[in-house]
């Protein structure tokens, strides 16, 4: 009886520990300097993706190069290819030449294709750019997880995982958030067109307290943030900050990282 009223966790216990786990990791094996110093938290506007394109492909790459910048990843070696256009994806053979992220990268002309890394687009996520940009950044984070020296928390088998919570990581937790859920677009008055969607591992909830993680450790206020939510995970966002800034214990090793 006297549990009746104790407050239900925002999240399971086990999820939360993985979460400062991961950033920590990340922290650890993609600079933290550039992570406390370039990094930002990308918003879903025309001030942060400007630029138009007369066509599909050029819409698409532009919305592309701004995620790569953002990402710290302008100098990789990239390709955008229409999904239509492309049955398989070869493996990369990845060799970013200097700092592997940030405003030091140094740019490579690949010698071979198998040097570049092939990023694929689906025209119709052109109609919800968040979509777009998420499966972007998702992809820009598993090809830069590829590069650790050492395994994530939780092995292998949390890859998918892993990398959307990178993704956060790389400053995307807002647009990774707000598309976590299928979207869809109305092609009449009665009718349904085609789901505007992209593959996600974490919940929108999951990936709202990575994102409230991030903005604790950036110190970005959080009404800077609740306006760029959809409605529906601005109050978790509210209560993820404040059991974030409560978990002293699970921040201590992420602080001594910071400082090194």
């Known amino acids: 009886m006297f549990g009746l009223f104790a407050k239900k966790p925002l999240l399971d216990e086990e999820t939360i520990q993985w ?12 600079d933290a300097h550039v ?32 995620t790569k ?50 990023i694929t687009y689906n025209e119709f996520q052109l109609h919800d750019p968040e979509v777009l940009i998420a499966t972007f950044a998702h992809a820009l984070a598993h090809y830069l997880g590829t590069t650790a020296q050492e395994p994530p928390p939780g092995g292998a088998e949390n890859w998918p995982f892993v990398t959307e919570l990178l993704a956060v990581f790389l400053g995307f937790g807002v647009i990774m958030a707000n598309s976590a859920n299928t979207a869809k677009i109305r092609s009449c008055g009665s009718c349904s067109g085609p789901a505007i969607e992209r593959a996600n591992y974490l919940s929108q909830f999951d990936t709202t307290y990575a994102l409230a993680l991030f903005c604790h450790l950036k110190n970005i206020p959080t009404t800077d943030v609740t306006p760029l939510l959809k409605k529906s995970l601005r109050s978790f966002f509210k209560n993820a900050i404040k059991d974030v800034t409560q978990r002293q214990v699970e921040l201590e090793p992420i602080k001594l990282l910071q400082q090194n």
Do not use: C
Request: no cysteine; glycine share 6%; net charge negative.
């Open 69 to 118: 910048t953002y990402a710290g990843m302008a100098h990789w070696p990239t390709r955008l290819v229409n999904d239509a256009e492309i049955t398989s994806l070869p493996k990369p053979n990845i060799q970013i030449l200097g700092a592997l992220r940030g405003s030091k990268g140094e740019t490579k002309l690949p010698e071979n294709d198998s040097d570049v890394i092939t």
């Open 35 to 66: 992570f406390y110093q370039e990094t930002i938290l990308v918003n879903p506007s025309n001030q942060h993706f400007p630029g138009e394109g007369s066509s599909a492909f050029e819409m698409a790459n532009i919305m592309f190069n701004h």
């Open 19 to 30: 979460m400062f786990d991961t950033y920590a990791w990340a922290l650890k094996n993609f």
